[in-house]
Protein backbone atom coordinates (compact mmCIF):
# COMPACT_ATOMS: atom_id res chain seq x y z
CA UNK A 1 0.00 0.00 0.00
CA UNK A 2 2.75 2.26 1.38
CA UNK A 3 4.36 1.97 -2.23
CA UNK A 4 1.85 2.81 -4.58
CA UNK A 5 1.16 5.94 -2.77
CA UNK A 6 4.43 6.77 -2.95
CA UNK A 7 4.69 6.05 -6.67
CA UNK A 8 1.49 8.05 -7.50
CA UNK A 9 3.35 10.65 -5.29
CA UNK A 10 6.27 10.53 -7.35
CA UNK A 11 4.06 10.94 -10.31
CA UNK A 12 2.17 13.59 -9.09
CA UNK A 13 5.38 15.72 -8.52
CA UNK A 14 6.71 14.74 -12.13
CA UNK A 15 4.23 15.71 -13.57
CA UNK A 16 3.72 19.34 -12.00
CA UNK A 17 7.62 19.95 -12.23
CA UNK A 18 7.85 19.24 -15.85
CA UNK A 19 7.90 22.31 -17.69
CA UNK A 20 6.62 22.02 -21.49
CA UNK A 21 8.92 22.35 -24.09
CA UNK A 22 8.41 23.70 -27.77
CA UNK A 23 7.15 20.27 -29.45
CA UNK A 24 4.49 20.49 -26.65
CA UNK A 25 3.56 23.91 -27.02
CA UNK A 26 3.54 23.60 -31.16
CA UNK A 27 1.48 20.35 -30.84
CA UNK A 28 -0.83 22.11 -28.80
CA UNK A 29 -1.37 25.30 -30.67
CA UNK A 30 -4.55 26.36 -31.80
CA UNK A 31 -5.45 25.75 -35.53
CA UNK A 32 -6.38 29.71 -35.17
CA UNK A 33 -2.38 30.88 -34.94
CA UNK A 34 -1.34 28.98 -38.08
CA UNK A 35 -4.39 28.24 -40.12
CA UNK A 36 -3.20 26.58 -43.21
CA UNK A 37 -1.46 23.72 -40.61
CA UNK A 38 -3.51 21.56 -39.16
CA UNK A 39 -2.69 19.56 -35.77
CA UNK A 40 -2.25 16.20 -38.26
CA UNK A 41 0.23 18.39 -40.01
CA UNK A 42 2.10 19.71 -36.85
CA UNK A 43 2.21 15.99 -35.60
CA UNK A 44 3.58 14.57 -38.81
CA UNK A 45 6.39 17.81 -39.24
CA UNK A 46 7.14 16.36 -35.38
CA UNK A 47 7.49 12.60 -35.87
CA UNK A 48 9.51 13.14 -39.07
CA UNK A 49 12.19 15.54 -37.12
CA UNK A 50 12.37 12.75 -34.57
CA UNK A 51 12.36 10.33 -37.17
CA UNK A 52 15.67 12.07 -38.69
CA UNK A 53 13.76 12.80 -41.94
CA UNK A 54 12.85 16.43 -43.74
CA UNK A 55 9.95 17.85 -42.08
CA UNK A 56 7.55 18.68 -45.04
CA UNK A 57 3.88 18.28 -45.38
CA UNK A 58 1.60 19.77 -47.15
CA UNK A 59 -0.83 22.07 -45.77
CA UNK A 60 -4.45 22.52 -46.08
CA UNK A 61 -3.98 24.62 -49.18
CA UNK A 62 -1.70 21.45 -50.54
CA UNK A 63 1.67 23.49 -50.73
CA UNK A 64 4.92 22.36 -49.02
CA UNK A 65 4.99 23.50 -45.30
CA UNK A 66 8.92 22.94 -43.73
CA UNK A 67 9.79 23.20 -40.44
CA UNK A 68 13.30 24.03 -40.44
CA UNK A 69 14.48 23.89 -37.22
CA UNK A 70 13.29 22.52 -33.71
CA UNK A 71 14.70 22.74 -30.23
CA UNK A 72 13.28 22.46 -26.86
CA UNK A 73 12.14 26.53 -26.78
CA UNK A 74 12.67 27.58 -30.54
CA UNK A 75 11.51 26.55 -33.69
CA UNK A 76 11.75 27.83 -37.30
CA UNK A 77 8.64 27.39 -40.26
CA UNK A 78 8.91 27.97 -43.67
CA UNK A 79 4.98 27.80 -44.90
CA UNK A 80 5.30 28.71 -48.13
CA UNK A 81 7.66 30.78 -50.39
CA UNK A 82 6.27 34.84 -48.79
CA UNK A 83 5.32 33.35 -44.79
CA UNK A 84 7.69 32.44 -42.28
CA UNK A 85 7.17 31.51 -38.65
CA UNK A 86 9.34 31.62 -35.52
CA UNK A 87 8.42 31.00 -32.30
CA UNK A 88 10.35 31.12 -28.77
CA UNK A 89 9.38 29.99 -25.13
CA UNK A 90 10.43 32.71 -22.85
CA UNK A 91 10.61 32.09 -18.96
CA UNK A 92 7.78 34.24 -17.72
CA UNK A 93 8.51 36.76 -14.26
CA UNK A 94 5.46 37.05 -13.14
CA UNK A 95 2.19 34.91 -12.67
CA UNK A 96 0.00 34.20 -16.03
CA UNK A 97 -3.57 34.65 -16.08
CA UNK A 98 -4.37 30.40 -17.21
CA UNK A 99 -0.69 29.50 -14.89
CA UNK A 100 1.26 28.79 -18.16
CA UNK A 101 4.86 28.24 -17.14
CA UNK A 102 6.00 30.15 -20.14
CA UNK A 103 5.57 33.08 -22.65
CA UNK A 104 5.38 32.06 -26.46
CA UNK A 105 6.91 34.93 -28.68
CA UNK A 106 5.67 34.23 -32.28
CA UNK A 107 7.06 36.14 -35.05
CA UNK A 108 5.45 35.80 -38.65
CA UNK A 109 7.39 37.39 -41.62
CA UNK A 110 5.12 37.71 -44.66
CA UNK A 111 6.59 38.87 -48.29
CA UNK A 112 9.47 38.68 -50.82
CA UNK A 113 10.35 42.24 -50.89
CA UNK A 114 9.02 44.29 -49.22
CA UNK A 115 9.10 42.03 -45.81
CA UNK A 116 7.45 42.96 -42.88
CA UNK A 117 6.95 40.86 -39.45
CA UNK A 118 4.17 40.75 -36.74
CA UNK A 119 4.74 39.77 -33.04
CA UNK A 120 2.51 38.13 -31.13
CA UNK A 121 3.02 37.29 -27.30
CA UNK A 122 0.72 33.94 -26.25
CA UNK A 123 0.85 32.36 -22.88
CA UNK A 124 2.91 28.53 -23.37
CA UNK A 125 -1.17 27.57 -23.29
CA UNK A 126 -1.97 29.81 -26.03
CA UNK A 127 -3.82 32.98 -24.22
CA UNK A 128 -3.29 36.10 -26.15
CA UNK A 129 -0.79 38.60 -24.47
CA UNK A 130 -1.10 42.02 -24.78
CA UNK A 131 2.32 44.20 -26.08
CA UNK A 132 3.51 46.94 -26.09
CA UNK A 133 5.97 46.25 -29.19
CA UNK A 134 4.70 48.09 -32.22
CA UNK A 135 6.58 47.01 -35.62
CA UNK A 136 6.46 49.71 -38.53
CA UNK A 137 6.17 48.44 -41.95
CA UNK A 138 9.65 48.91 -42.92
CA UNK A 139 11.12 46.88 -40.11
CA UNK A 140 11.42 42.86 -39.74
CA UNK A 141 11.90 40.98 -36.95
CA UNK A 142 13.78 37.76 -35.92
CA UNK A 143 14.25 35.55 -32.69
CA UNK A 144 17.81 34.36 -31.37
CA UNK A 145 18.05 30.33 -31.63
CA UNK A 146 20.40 30.56 -28.22
CA UNK A 147 18.90 33.46 -26.38
CA UNK A 148 16.10 35.47 -25.24
CA UNK A 149 16.52 38.73 -27.99
CA UNK A 150 14.11 39.53 -30.63
CA UNK A 151 15.83 41.60 -33.45
CA UNK A 152 14.55 44.28 -35.51
CA UNK A 153 15.98 45.52 -38.74
CA UNK A 154 14.91 48.69 -40.12
CA UNK A 155 15.48 49.08 -43.98
CA UNK A 156 15.53 53.33 -44.84
CA UNK A 157 16.84 55.64 -47.16
CA UNK A 158 19.46 57.81 -46.39
CA UNK A 159 20.08 61.15 -47.84
CA UNK A 160 22.15 60.41 -50.81
CA UNK A 161 19.36 57.76 -51.18
CA UNK A 162 20.85 54.71 -50.12
CA UNK A 163 19.71 51.65 -48.53
CA UNK A 164 20.80 51.67 -44.85
CA UNK A 165 19.52 49.10 -42.49
CA UNK A 166 19.33 49.52 -38.62
CA UNK A 167 19.93 46.88 -36.53
CA UNK A 168 17.95 47.36 -32.68
CA UNK A 169 18.56 43.90 -30.14
CA UNK A 170 15.74 43.78 -27.90
CA UNK A 171 15.96 41.17 -24.99
CA UNK A 172 13.36 39.84 -22.40
CA UNK A 173 13.43 40.43 -18.97
CA UNK A 174 10.75 38.30 -17.89
CA UNK A 175 8.03 40.51 -18.87
CA UNK A 176 8.45 42.59 -21.74
CA UNK A 177 11.14 43.06 -25.14
CA UNK A 178 13.23 46.08 -23.75
CA UNK A 179 16.59 47.84 -24.76
CA UNK A 180 19.11 46.95 -23.02
Known amino acids: MNRIVLNMLLLLVSLTTSAADMKD ?17 RLDMIDFVASGMKAEVNDVFDEKSTLDTLTADYL ?23 SADNVV ?42 SNTLSLKKSFRNEENKEEQQLTTLKWNGCIFNKD
Open 76 to 98: HITLNEAVKVEMKLLPSSRQLAD
Open 25 to 41: VFTAMPDSVLPTLTRNN
Open 105 to 146: CVVMTYGKQPIESKVTLYTSKWTPLPSSLKITSNEVASLSIS
